[in-house]
């Protein structure tokens, strides 16, 4: 008999309950015990669903009211000092999630390469762990028992616990990591009276990363220490989102009952079975991240290879990694075309897909491979010719077609996004108010914002994005390859959730995506008017991608098809054109040696975007985050004529980074951070300048906020913008 095992299942609820209930909880519309009670009846409904599907191992501790490594830090009792004085637990709880009038939230990072973000452990040298508290553990232990369920238990592993939190002292982690494993086993030991023969789950996917040795060695410390707490338990160390080789040689040797890997994002998993020595291997089987249908008889193949090395009694069937990670069910879409809707697999669907594997797995019954989907003519990185001349040749060229003075500014390409914008675009796609309306009431829009710029004195204008609801869904909804989901909603942070596009087929452009508009903004004014695009590999990390033709091949058809915008714009007179690479960072593989055939496709796309781009159009590019240490070679190899970056909060640290590498080309380090509504000064904006000529040569540097100013009100918008603007004027 084999088993089936989900690493973990999404909790906000199928239609979205835990959201609204968590909302109007904060508004103070319902108290506490309204909020208990919704997920309370999630967390039952959703063991229900697993137990309908037969699945052997279920959890709990996977859900949570905010996020499960906040959790763990209340477990732990690792409550940040500066959160101590507040006395009640719940707003304790909520306060370090998302700060309130006295505290500032904790900070909140992407889960590994997921959209994911979790909250970031605030440690210190000092803190000693005493308090562990499995309250929360043994309520919903309790509670699933009651219901017939004998779940394992989740927990983050102790290493990713303490190697993805951040010291605030400055102290090296390292130290804490005794006292940490010490307050683990107290939680285990803990755990151990709540029943017999318990699973727990410790997740663990820092072991998918490259690390160095002595991670390695502490990780065999760690689960040699707590796999023989409580012969009651049976201690699961789970890896996922790539290959953990280096981590099974080591839990092999530890006292625990089993080991789960990731097969599906992590095949290489399969060279490691020599070393899983007669434990449980938790076959990750089931694609936990992404959401088109399992093709099972490549996943019976799998199996097989598997099972050439382990036991087929110590084989359980498994999902790659939480369910979190897929929106809920395909069942309440109703409006998806049948040939997309039909190829998808969200959380619900993929407990069917483990049950139907594992009958076939029992029965030792092969299916037939699948008939070979046809497959869509691929387009050729070598298709797209890159044919722009040196920068130093474009720079003479543009410098004489655009005449810009010295330090040139302008803005990332949104402005604010108010409730009004919002509710035009909400009635037009509901079929409220007409094209021509909408398209009137945008034009208003663009022209006010035209206007604002001028007036500002800005030197480069954009026309606001008031279009787009979002970078990548605008883009997406008017190629031809994606189609969009109703309920597809997976959780991003707390309550907020994001609803990815779904590229399901062969991407091409069937019309333009913005010429209109640019053309219309560009007749407002005589200053250059930016064309404003999203790039390949932002549209890629940002959606669910179709998974039966390479990740690369796909980025090269949505390379064509912006590269067609691009030619279109250039040709309606648009002489600046900015090509958004705002996720680039996000893609980047765990494992280094994945690195290089990331940045491959990565670089090839984008510059098969932008290849087709005369040397005196010129070319932006944009990008969100601030490390690019690691990064800077590949973003020269771009060949953006200007990028522009989000550093206004590391100072002109960023920008040494490009000193040091030699960069040539130009650069708009944000002189402002537009994630907070404060308006910078004058004289803040001129130090910042100054800063930044510490570093560069004047003539590289451009004057821009750091990132888009759709999130801002237009009040502080202008006071910014208008100091931006006097800065500059002394600079210059
Ligand atoms: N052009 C986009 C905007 O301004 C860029 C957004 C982003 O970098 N996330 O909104
Ligand atoms: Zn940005």
Redesign the pocket.
């Known amino acids: 008999m084999s088993q089936t095992y989900v690493t973990g299942f999404p909790r906000i609820g199928e239609k979205r309950e835990l959201k609204f209930a968590l909302e109007e909880y904060w508004a103070g519309k319902t108290d506490f015990e309204a909020l208990k009670a919704v997920a309370k009846t999630l967390r039952n409904r959703h063991w229900n669903y697993q137990k309908e599907r037969h699945i052997d191992f279920i959890s709990c501790n996977d859900f949570s009211l905010y996020d499960i490594m906040l959790d763990t830090t209340v477990m732990l009792g690792a409550i940040p000092p500066r959160f101590e004085n507040i006395d009640d637990k719940t707003d304790r709880y909520f306060a370090m999630a998302r700060g309130d009038d006295d505290h500032a939230a904790m900070e909140m990072t992407k889960w590994f390469n997921t959209n994911y973000h979790y909250i970031v452990p605030e440690l210190h040298a000092n803190m000693n762990f005493s308090h562990v508290n499995i309250s929360k553990i043994a309520e919903e232990f309790i509670e699933a028992k009651a219901q017939g369920v004998h779940p394992k238990i989740n927990l983050v592993g102790p290493l990713t616990f303490i190697f993805l939190s951040n010291a605030v002292d400055g102290s090296d982690l390292f130290n804490l990591f005794d006292a940490v494993v010490t307050a683990y086993a107290k939680v285990l030991y803990a755990i151990s009276s709540l029943g017999e023969n318990i699973v727990v789950q410790f997740d663990e996917p820092l072991f998918a990363k490259t690390l160095e040795p002595k991670f390695l060695s502490l990780l065999k410390i760690a689960y040699e220490r707590l796999g023989v707490v409580s012969p009651n338990l049976k201690i699961a160390v789970v890896t996922y989102f790539d290959r953990a080789n280096e981590a099974v040689e080591i839990l092999g040797n530890c006292p625990i009952w089993g080991i789960g890997l990731d097969f599906v994002y992590g095949e290489e998993n399969l060279d490691a079975l020599l070393h899983v020595n007669g434990k449980m291997l938790i076959a990750g089987v089931i694609d936990g991240r992404n959401v088109w249908k399992n093709n099972v008889s490549k996943t019976y193949n799998l199996l097989e290879k598997i099972s050439e090395k382990i036991d087929a009694q110590q084989i359980i069937i498994s999902t790659s990694c939480s369910l979190l990670h897929v929106p809920f069910s395909t069942q309440f879409e109703e409006k998806l075309a049948p040939e997309v809707k039909s190829r998808l697999s969200f959380a619900l669907e993929k407990l069917v897909e483990l049950e139907q594997i594992n009958t076939l797995w029992e029965k030792q019954e092969k299916p037939e491979a699948s008939a070979c989907t046809q497959k869509a003519p691929s387009v050729k990185s070598s298709a797209i010719a890159y044919t722009r001349s040196s920068y130093t040749t474009r720079f003479a060229l543009q410098q004489k077609a655009l005449n810009l003075p010295l330090f040139p500014t302008t803005t990332?390409?949104?402005f604010p996004q108010t409730k009004e914008t919002r509710a035009v675009r909400n009635a037009f796609k509901k079929g409220e108010i007409t094209r021509e309306a909408y398209e009137a009431s945008l034009k208003e829009s663009i022209k006010k914002c035209v206007e604002l710029q001028e007036a500002l004195g800005l030197d480069v204008l954009v026309h606001g994005?008031f279009e787009r609801n979002d970078?990548v869904e605008y883009f997406g909804e008017l190629l031809e390859g994606f189609a969009f989901s109703e309920n597809g909603w997976v959780q991003s942070y707390g309550s907020r959730c994001v609803k990815p596009p779904l590229l399901y087929g062969s991407v091409s452009r069937k019309q333009p995506l913005s010429v209109d508009w640019s053309v219309y903004a560009q007749s407002l004014t005589d200053k250059p008017m930016k064309g404003?695009l999203t790039g390949p590999v932002t549209i890629l990390n940002w959606s669910f991608v179709r998974n039966d033709i390479p990740k690369s091949e796909v980025a090269f058809e949505v390379a064509r098809a912006i590269a067609e915008e691009v030619d279109e714009l250039q040709r309606h007179d648009i002489k600046i054109i900015?090509v958004?690479e705002?996720a680039f960072k996000e893609g980047y593989p765990l494992r280094e040696e994945k690195i290089k055939a990331y940045e491959k496709w990565a670089v090839e796309s984008f510059k098969a975007s932008i290849g087709i781009a005369w040397d005196q159009t010129q070319i932006h590019t944009?990008m969100?985050y601030s490390n690019f240490n690691d990064i800077i070679d590949t973003i020269e190899r771009m060949d953006a004529d200007v990028i522009t970056i989000e550093t206004s909060r590391s100072g002109n640290k960023l920008l040494k980074v490009f000193q040091k590498a030699n960069y040539k080309a130009q650069i708009g380090p944000g002189v402002y951070d537009i994630h907070s509504p404060r308006v910078p000064s004058v004289e803040e904006m001129s130090e910042q300048i100054k800063a930044f000529l510490h570093v560069l040569p004047k003539e590289q540097l451009w004057i821009n906020p750091d990132?888009?100013?759709?999130t801002r009100g237009w009040s502080e918008t202008k006071a910014a913008l208008a100091n931006m603007i006097k800065a500059v004027h002394l600079a210059r």
Not at 707 to 710: I, S, T
């Open positions: 990332i390409g949104s994005e970078m404003m900015q958004d705002a944009h969100c990132c888009g100013l759709k």
